[in-house]
T-cell receptor
Framework: GAVVSQHPSWVICKSGTSVKIECRSL??????MFWYRQFPKQSLMLMAT?????????EQGVEKDKFLINHASLTLSTLTVTSAHPEDSSFYIC?????????????FGPGTRLTVT | SQKIEQNSEALNIQEGKTATLTCNYT??????LQWYRQDPGRGPVFLLL?????KEKRKERLKVTFDTTLKQSLFHITASQPADSATYLC?????????????FGTGTRLTIIP
């Protein structure tokens, strides 16, 4: 089946530093990748949608200058949390789909737990 | 306002029985509805997708129904096992135009009691 990996699986960083999270589709080409954030006991909230080679589309309320997304190839997307603050601590999950639409089934990575101290 | 509600935050079912989870939505006209399983500290895993013109979909012990009149999907696990314990999320694509974001419900935490 389709496999999506994320790295790192967890990270602790100091307030004010930047953190990069990688999302890779291992056995298929991901036309579209999505980045979600999940707070404890809450559902997944979409942050942004990225298509290979083009700028990401951010959801309302998500600061594009704070959460930098790069989708440089059909198998790799990165999310950089810049100048992280404790309120950015969360579980970040990416997903990928071989299709162009969100209506296709999505394959999720295992998630990255970010803790900002 | 638009809402996706999974009626039970938590559900306990005796092993061997059928677990039925509910997903209701308001002010959406979804073309697709999907169900995912999420274990603690992990990303969701895709289970089933059902289209608006499909009434029912099955996969092994799983069955999903989709009633666009009631604006409801039911997710059934038959012959439930402790290994089925997890949080189950419904998600839909909000319109028929396609290329829309997948919007998730809040999930139901299912516990199968041995």
């Amino acid at each position: 089946g389709a496999v999506v990996s994320q790295h790192p699986s967890w990270v602790i960083c100091k307030s004010g530093t930047s953190v990069k999270i990688e999302c890779r589709s291992l056995d298929f080409q991901a036309t579209t990748m999505f980045w979600y954030r999940q707070f404890p006991k809450q559902s997944l909230m979409l942050m942004a949608t990225s298509n290979e080679g083009s700028k990401a589309t951010y959801e309302q309320g998500v600061e594009k200058d704070k959460f930098l997304i790069n989708h440089a190839s059909l198998t790799l997307s990165t999310l950089t949390v810049t100048s992280a603050h404790p309120e950015d601590s969360s579980f970040y999950i990416c997903s990928a789909t071989p299709g162009l639409a969100a209506s296709y089934e999505q394959y999720f990575g295992p998630g990255t737990r970010l803790t900002v101290t | 306002s638009q809402k996706i509600e999974q009626n039970s935050e938590a559900l306990n079912i005796q092993e061997g029985k059928t677990a039925t989870l509910t997903c209701n939505y308001t002010n959406y006209s979804p073309a697709y509805l999907q169900w995912y399983r999420q274990d603690p500290g992990r990303g969701p895993v895709f289970l089933l997708l059902i289209r608006e013109n499909e009434k029912e979909k099955r996969k092994e012990r799983l069955k999903v129904t989709f009633d666009t009149t009631l604006k409801q999907s039911l997710f059934h696990i038959t012959a439930s096992q402790p290994a089925d314990s997890a949080t189950y999320l419904c998600a839909l694509v909000p319109s028929r135009r396609g290329n829309e974001k997948l919007t998730f419900g809040t999930g139901t935490r299912l516990t199968i009691i041995p």
